[in-house]
Antibody, heavy 122, light 110 residues
Framework: EMQLVESGGGWIQPGGSLRVSCAAS????????MSWVRQAPGKGLEWASI???????YYADSVEGRFTVSRDNSKNTVYLQMNSLRTEDTAVYYC????????????????WGQGTTVTVSS | QSALTQPAAVSGSPGQSITISCTGT?????????VSWYQQHPGKAPKLIIYDVSNRPSGVSNRFSGSKSGHTASLTISGLQADDEADYYCNSYTAGRTLVFGTGTKVTVL
């Protein structure tokens, strides 16, 4: 069974840094499209970042230059390094795996973790 | 990267059908057949219900169907049930290899 478990959330002051992790089981992250999606309290879903199977990375304008997505294939884990945090970055952060059937990858996010909460406040 | 536009709320009675729209631009919905839809119950992670405009993942009820015309994608829920009461979000692949979500629609079963 494919599973994602996020960790590393917590409280951080504005301007600070935090790294959240997403440990995968049942599949390999290096051969998957892995996204980070966030949801501010009472708000909708916001796509934040993706790392494709070829290692290329892309970001939403709202986090570009401040957030970095990476993966450790040996640990089968994806990370989101968040720098220069702002109060508006307060959210539940989900990682999600792109759907795949056989060798075909899709952009749709088929497996989700339970989320980790990041609170940016003074 | 502006959010795709969805109606804030849609409601229907049990057994009825409802449709949620998702309007984008030539840079996302209009140019790619990579629209997906997600259902989210309160306090839960989102669940994929439609991918690539009109395909259902294994295990998703055939009461959910998707379509697209021009810059607008649609999700139809037929035979509305109490458990369908949730928030629904569309998502599209965009030029530049990014993704974007819709603003979200709250579905109420009357």
């Amino acid at each position: 069974e494919m599973q994602l478990v996020e960790s590393g959330g917590g409280w951080i002051q504005p301007g600070g840094s935090l790294r959240v992790s997403c440990a995968a089981s049942g599949f390999t992250v290096r051969s998957s499209y892995m996204s980070w999606v966030r949801q501010a309290p009472g708000k909708g879903l916001e796509w934040a970042s993706i790392i494709y199977s070829d290692g290329s990375t892309y970001y939403a304008d709202s986090v570009e230059g401040r957030f970095t997505v990476s993966r450790d294939n040996s640990k089968n884990t994806v990370y989101l390094q968040m720098n220069s945090l702002r109060t508006e970055d307060t959210a539940v952060y989900y990682c999600a795996r792109g759907l795949s059937y056989g060798i075909t990858h899709y952009y749709a996010m088929g497996v989700w973790g339970q989320g980790t909460t990041v609170t940016v406040s003074s | 990267q502006s959010a795709l536009t969805q109606p804030a709320a849609v409601s229907g009675s049990p057994g009825q059908s409802i449709t949620i729209s998702c309007t984008g631009t030539i840079s996302d919905v209009g140019d790619y057949n990579y629209v997906s839809w997600y259902q989210q119950h309160p306090g839960k992670a989102p669940k994929l219900i439609i991918y690539d405009v009109s395909n259902r993942p294994s295990g998703v009820s055939n009461r959910f169907s998707g379509s697209k015309s021009g810059h607008t994608a649609s999700l139809t829920i037929s035979g509305l049930q109490a458990d369908d009461e949730a928030d629904y979000y569309c998502n599209s692949y965009t030029a530049g290899r990014t993704l974007v979500f819709g603003t979200g629609t709250k579905v109420t079963v009357l």
